[in-house]
């Protein structure tokens, strides 16, 4: 069992810089691949970024590449989002999630992810 709980988001301005946290309960984080999915007004909840288990290997989607960074500290159990140049539409609700079993080749399917944060709103002005 894995609790995980997002912070950062909140209103930004068009060219502006947000970084979101989420922290996950349990002492085996490091077993775990995590990611970032966003789900925007009318929208499906698509994948964003994803991590590898060690930290060595990341996923983007195209449209934030270059402009976001995901990161992960394993000894606070920790996956972090560094978004920069936001746009607006990169308005969303951001959510975090965590696979134990999924193969990294998977780290952009959705259906592969066991446990999901609240999620977290960024609302970027134009």
């Known amino acids: 069992q894995v609790q995980l709980v997002e912070s950062g988001g909140g209103l930004v301005q068009a060219g502006g810089s947000l970084r979101l946290s989420c922290a996950a309960s349990?002492?085996?984080?490091?077993?775990?691949?995590m990611a970032w999915f966003r789900q925007a007004p009318g929208k499906e909840r698509d994948f964003v970024a994803g991590?590898?288990?060690?930290?060595?290997?990341?996923s983007y989607v195209d449209s934030v590449k270059g402009r976001f960074t995901i990161s992960r500290d394993n000894a606070k159990n920790t996956v972090y989002l560094q978004m920069s140049s936001l746009k607006p539409e990169d308005t969303a609700v951001y959510y975090c999630?965590?696979?134990?079993?999924?193969?990294?080749?998977?780290?952009?399917?959705?259906?592969?992810?066991?446990?999901w944060g609240q999620g977290t709103q960024v609302t970027v002005s134009s």
């Open positions: 999630a965590a696979t134990y079993s999924s193969s990294w080749y998977s780290v952009r399917n959705g259906q592969v992810y066991d446990y």
């Open positions: 991590i590898n288990r060690s930290g060595g290997s990341t």
């Open positions: 349990g002492r085996t984080f490091s077993n775990y691949v």
